[in-house]
């Protein structure tokens, strides 16, 4: 089951920074693997044969750094170096695959072999030409400054501002863990057909964790953000020291949450992260893979109405330096903006290659694949409800009693029955129109063809989340991004303790 | 194509050499390596063949109390070269930890115990096709309403891993894993719609994995009772996990008992050692050296001997699980639990984890119940480790009089864990080992079911 996920583990987080050496946009020579043209050329013709479709060498180096701090010092440093090549070929369905994170020519006519396998048919001889052909017109993450140039004492000044400033905005936060991730992958594809594209992918990710004190009540906050930006970014509107400022105010705010109720009530949702509703209750259901085998609760739902007319929905992954947003997937196809749900009727899929030949609709720039170890399924980029006409305030004060939502841990779906979950970290009670009390964490529940049917009310607020979603699908995790206006949603089952 | 255990063990020792030149005062280096084949099967179709070998290598360098770690898959010359250095400049920028270092010399483990973790069978891809092609036309030939599938995987995976440090600790075990299963989906009539589940068979040795047909049966069986679920109304009623859903309370206990949690403030169990946080008929073990189980190693991420440890005893939080950074932050000893991913810090984790079984059969837990949940799956993440509220989806059964009477769907549990802990009335006598984590049926008192 595909889900969402807000990386704020307070146990540890994975690593980042790059320091291969920055390739100007988009070309990436094969020598940046250490081999030359011809010996890719060999393996995409021993993969090759009669009975493939289509066949792709994925050859990716990633250079990851991690810096965190706990206990009022960065005591952790962690760097990891992968690189490796990935081989696929497809067969009308079929698929076969192999990688190895050696490079050597012999490793990939292994690799090629393999692929191949599931085309049950003798070795081929027909060489195929790898023209460069270029694609893409985006360069959606320019940075004149690679990543590492960063030193990583510059990473542990900051995270010492971020302690300072976190404990400084309440004595009553008695812990605070921070962490700053960077991650430079460097990806290239050349295909059967002919394409050969690469691209430099920077990302970053600061996060900040508070715990709260008051007598034996504890309580935990956490903010973040980022994407695939300079490191600048954190400094400039002094976005670290806000973030530490969030994370504290919501540890602080919890102290004094009540229960939340439990039962169907009607739910404003905060504009931004909660956009979390449309990955989990509408996404995963309309990525073509399980439409295509018709295992996912929108299957053969096109054209028709799945919200309300207030509702239209887009994935877009050519939003510059957002979380999200890729130059070209990674099967070298460009990034776009999909309309999913346009005035409440399902307009279209997400696709890869495999699933869009197989289904015969067009390719929407969302191959992507976790690493050279992973074979690329139809993901989501940045995905968000566009700006409606309604006033905030007014949408507050048209719930007479019921729930408002505005943080959120992560979600979860069950494609099939359509079943979603999402989990929020911020809440408070709505009565008569006001915003009341806090409440404490609760899931809500409710089913994906079903809940954009009670939107009622969209805000002219749309924002985009702060830069901290993963998202999870058959063991693979990517960065995504998500966004969403204020809106109202008449009924929904919320998950309290409290009758 | 594995390397022999001589040439990882001397790379490693190379390793350990190359770092003292640099003039760390201690350091440990990980190298593992493996091979995987996984195929996935649908509609009777090869839908997916994966194969990969792989390996990797990690080293953590202190020097004094300032350390820092780094991986790599590159094992040329110029990439070591370079990852010793960078490792090193990494740990000169990091502040003194006061507790770091690596475990003292007298508590590594002194010998590597065959704890009959590896069974060096090879799959053939044919068979691996074979098995899963079996398990999903078993699962499909139940009913006629089973037209439709996810499909059935068949993995098969070994490796390899080697740790040595400079208290001269070189340790080598190598291990394997088998698994299948299968994802139907059942069609109803309109108002029914879909459903999916799932089964699942997961072994260290290839003869012990299940028969695919019963796997297939099994998870057909799972996805026809879900037809017609329908939502409950919002009540208090007792609730009864299955055992797979049983297991994520063992989950949410292992973190909550994790030295890191605790000395980060972040565990809803903070300074309840010794304590009872449930009834007197609750045990729960964590044990590393069970032969053949999926949790069990001959020694932890640091080196050091796994071993028994209680975590609840009637009922009392007898042991937290620890290693050595976070025992020392506590004043403790290591437990041997610490986790390793090649190239990074090591943290806790549980081995094989699970709750002493009862003498109830999960018939007679559900038979005792007049009015209640019977839960078979969860989703989503509404757990704070903090606080220990709990709020998640669910599916499964209604219980009416002692009986499954209807499926349900698209309700919440909520609950605090350390209420639903003092709340376990009733444990199983069905404990059977599926994985890292393994619980019976259990039963608690009651929770809100969030519905209509």
Redesign the interface.
């Known amino acids: ?1 595909p ?1 969402l ?1 807000k990386r704020f583990s ?3 987080i994975l ?1 980042v920074v790059l ?1 291969v050496e920055i390739m100007s946009e988009q070309v990436v020579p094969f020598e940046h693997f250490a081999l030359e043209e011809r010996e890719v050329e060999q393996a995409l013709a021993r993969v090759h044969v009669r009975a493939v479709d289509y066949a792709d060498i994925y050859f990716e180096s990633t250079i990851s ?1 991690s ?1 965190s701090m ?1 206990e009022g ?12 090549a990935g081989v696929r070929a497809t067969a009308g ?10 490079l050597s020519p012999r ?1 990939l006519e292994i ?1 090629a072999d ?1 692929a191949r ?2 085309a049950d048919s003798p070795q081929g001889d027909v060489p195929v030409p790898v023209t460069h052909r270029p694609v893409g017109t985006h360069n959606l993450y320019p940075l004149e400054q690679p990543l590492t140039d960063v ?3 510059e990473r ?1 000044d900051l995270l010492n501002l971020i302690d300072q400033e976190a404990r400084r905005y309440d004595p009553r936060i ?2 605070v ?1 921070a962490s700053i991730n960077t991650n430079h992958k460097v990806m290239l594809v050349a295909t059967t057909e002919g394409l050969r594209a690469g691209d430099v992918q920077p990302l970053s990710r600061l996060q900040v964790t508070c ?1 709260a ?1 008051e007598g034996s009540n ?3 906050g956490t903010f973040g953000g980022g994407g695939r930006m300079a490191f600048s970014y954190y400094h400039e509107q002094d976005r670290a020291l806000a973030y530490a400022r969030e994370a504290a105010r919501q540890a602080i705010l919890n102290l004094d949450a009540v229960d ?1 109720p ?3 009530l009607p739910v404003v949702l905060g504009s931004g992260w909660p956009g979390i509703l449309l990955h989990e209750a509408v996404g995963h259901g309309l990525e073509a893979d399980f439409n295509r ?3 996912s ?1 929108f299957s053969n739902l096109i054209g028709q109405r799945v919200a309300s007319d207030v509702c239209t929905i887009v994935d877009d992954g050519t939003l510059p330096a957002r979380r999200g947003s890729l130059n070209i997937d990674d099967e070298g196809t460009p990034t776009t903006r999909t309309v999913l749900i346009e005035d409440g009727i399902l307009r279209g899929y997400i696709t890869d290659r495999l699933n869009a030949r197989l289904m015969g609709i067009p390719l929407t720039g969302n191959g992507r694949r976790e690493d050279f ?1 992973s ?1 690329v399924l139809p993901r989501m980029t940045n995905t968000f409800m566009l700006a409606g006409t309604s006033e905030p305030e007014d949408i507050l004060r048209s719930v007479k009693k019921g729930l408002y939502a505005v943080s959120f ?15 929020a970290s911020e809440a408070y009670l709505i009565e008569d129109g006001q915003v009341t009390k806090p409440v ?4 809500l ?3 994906g063809p079903d809940v954009l049917k009670q939107v009622s009310m969209v805000g002219h607020d749309l924002q985009l989340d702060s830069g901290i979603g993963t998202c999870g699908k058959e063991g693979q995790s990517v960065p995504v991004g998500v966004g969403l206006p204020t809106i109202r949603i008449d009924e929904i ?7 | 194509m594995h390397e022999s255990p001589e040439v990882l063990k001397t790379l490693a020792a190379e390793l350990i050499g190359r770092v003292k030149a640099h003039g760390v005062t201690e350091a440990d280096v990980m190298v593992a390596e493996g091979d995987s084949l996984s195929v996935q099967v649908r509609l009777a179709a090869v839908d997916r063949l994966s194969k990969a070998r792989e390996k990797s290598l990690g080293i953590r360098v202190f020097f004094g109390k300032r350390s820092a770690s780094a991986s790599t898959s590159d094992f040329s010359e110029a990439s070591l070269k370079q990852l010793v250095a960078d490792t090193c400049a990494l740990a000169k920028a990091v502040a003194e930890d006061e507790t770091s270092g690596l475990p003292e010399q007298a508590a590594m483990a002194t010998g590597v115990p065959d704890l009959d973790l590896y069974d060096p069978t090879t799959m053939p891809v044919e068979e691996a096709i074979d098995v899963a092609q079996r398990a999903e036309r078993a699962a499909l030939d139940v009913d006629p309403r089973m037209t439709n599938s996810e499909g059935a995987e068949c993995d098969s995976s070994s490796g390899a891993v080697v740790l040595a440090n400079t208290h001269g600790f070189l340790g080598y075990h190598r291990s394997s894993r088998f698994s299948l299963s299968v994802a139907p989906v059942v069609e109803g009539s309109d108002d029914q719609g879909m459903q999916r589940d799932y089964w699942y068979t997961v072994s260290r040795k290839r003869h012990e994995l299940e028969d695919p047909e019963s796997v297939g049966r099994t998870a057909a069986e799972r996805t026809l009772r879900r037809l017609g679920a329908r939502k409950v109304g919002t009540q208090r009623v007792p609730v009864i996990f299955d055992p797979e859903t049983a297991c994520s309370m063992l989950g949410h206990l292992a973190s909550a008992v994790s030295g890191y949690s605790l000395y980060k403030g972040a565990s809803f169990l903070l300074g309840q050692l010794g304590k009872p946080i449930a009834l007197q008929h609750v045990n729960v073990e964590d044990n590393g050296c069970l032969p053949g189980k999926l949790g069990s190693r001959p020694f932890d991420g640091e080196g050091l001997p796994t071993r028994k440890t209680m975590i609840l005893e009637h009922g009392v939080l007898s042991n937290y699980l620890l290693d050595t950074y976070s025992g020392r932050k506590l004043g403790m000893a290591s437990t041997g639990n610490a986790s390793r991913s090649i190239g990074d810090n090591p943290t806790v984790s549980p081995s094989n984890l699970f709750f002493h079984p009862g003498e109830t059969s999960p018939g007679e837990i559900i038979q005792s119940v007049t009015q209640g949940l019977y839960v078979t799956e969860l989703i989503g993440f509404g757990v704070n480790m903090v606080t220990g509220d709990y709020s998640r989806g669910a599916s499964g059964f209604w219980i009416e009089n002692g009986e499954l009477a209807y499926p349900v769907e698209e309700v919440t549990i909520a609950g605090n864990l350390k209420q639903m802990f003092q709340d376990i009335e009733s444990i199983g006598n069905d404990l059977v080992f599926r994985g890292k984590l393994a619980s019976p049926t259990i039963r608690i008192r009651e929770m809100m079911v969030g519905g209509h």
Do not use: C, P, W
């Not at chain 1, 404490?440 to 899931?443: E, I, L, P, Q, R």
């Open positions: 089951m889900g996920v307070l146990a540890q690593m320091s750094e810096v706990e010092i960065v005591k952790r440093a962690v760097k990891s170096i992968a690189q490796g369905e079929k698929t076969g695959f192999a990688y190895s994170d050696d490793d690799a393999t396998y599931i030193a990583t004492q542990v008695t812990k863990m715990i004190e504890r309580q935990v939340a439990a039962g169907i085998k018709k295992t609760a170890r074979l841990g992560g979600g979860q779906v069950d494609i099939t029955n359509g079943k979603f979950v999402f989990s404490k964490g609760a899931t529940i409710g089913s089952t919320v998950g309290g303790t409290s009758a």
